[in-house]
């Protein structure tokens, strides 16, 4: 079983819509957990990045976090044709000595105008 | 831009060789990381580096192995390369273990 688990997809949805977009994970110890988007062939772009169990957010933007559940969610409002990308769910125990971040296998999203 | 750099953008080399791929960090900087995506395992995490000492080793093979050096510049170095090595291999850097950049990646095809 993988660290963190992420459905691939593809995620389709029409333009304007809330799009919903998850991760589950097995380690207690992760303590940052973090979104990026990756464009084909392009490097992840962060989007969010939290700490611990709460919300955030940011313009369209909001991440969850639920350590008791061990489940961290994105949420897309108004979502636009520009949206279109892989979504990559990221998590570190951030220990002094490292930050090495695992990563989800992504969610393809397409926004149709 | 996340103001980090990666060179070169694409390599194809032939089973057998060995490459090199250079990263720059943001100003500031003092950690790189290298991690390697394929289509079937993701992104996964090789090494980290703070201020030219390596920090934490992942899922990297023997064949491959980095440095950082004093100006914070990090290499990456590719030997006896297989056809599975293709993929794409993207640095980042960050402060000291927060929040990661990533550059745009090396796209290696080995044939």
């Known amino acids: 079983q993988k660290e963190v688990e992420q459905d691939p997809g593809p995620l389709s949805v029409p333009e304007g819509a809330i799009v919903s977009l998850n991760c589950t994970y097995s380690?207690?110890?992760?303590?940052?957990f973090m979104w990026y988007r990756q464009y084909s062939r392009k490097g992840p772009e962060l989007l969010m990045y939290?700490?611990?169990?709460g919300n955030k957010e940011d313009g369209r933007f909001t991440a969850q976090v639920d350590k008791s559940s061990k489940y961290i969610s994105l949420f897309i409002r108004d979502s636009q044709p520009s949206d279109s990308a892989t979504y990559l769910c990221a998590m570190s125990a951030g220990s002094s000595n490292t930050g090495k971040l695992i990563f989800g296998q992504g969610t393809t999203l397409q926004v149709k105008p | 831009d996340s103001g980090v750099t990666q060179t070169p953008k694409h390599l194809i080399t032939a089973t057998g060789q060995r490459v090199t791929l250079r990263c720059s960090p943001r100003s500031g900087d003092l950690s790189v990381y290298w991690y390697q995506q394929s289509l079937d395992q993701g992104l996964q995490f090789l090494i980290q580096y703070y201020n030219g000492e390596e920090r934490a080793k992942g899922n990297i093979l023997e064949r491959f192995s980095a440095q950082q050096f004093p100006d914070l510049h990090s290499e990456l170095n590719l030997s006896s390369l297989e056809l599975g090595d293709s993929a794409l291999y993207f640095c980042a850097s960050s402060v000291i273990t927060d929040t990661q950049y990533f550059g745009p990646g090396t796209r290696l095809t080995v044939l």
């Open positions: 380690n207690s110890a992760f303590q940052y």
């Open positions: 939290t700490y611990s169990s």
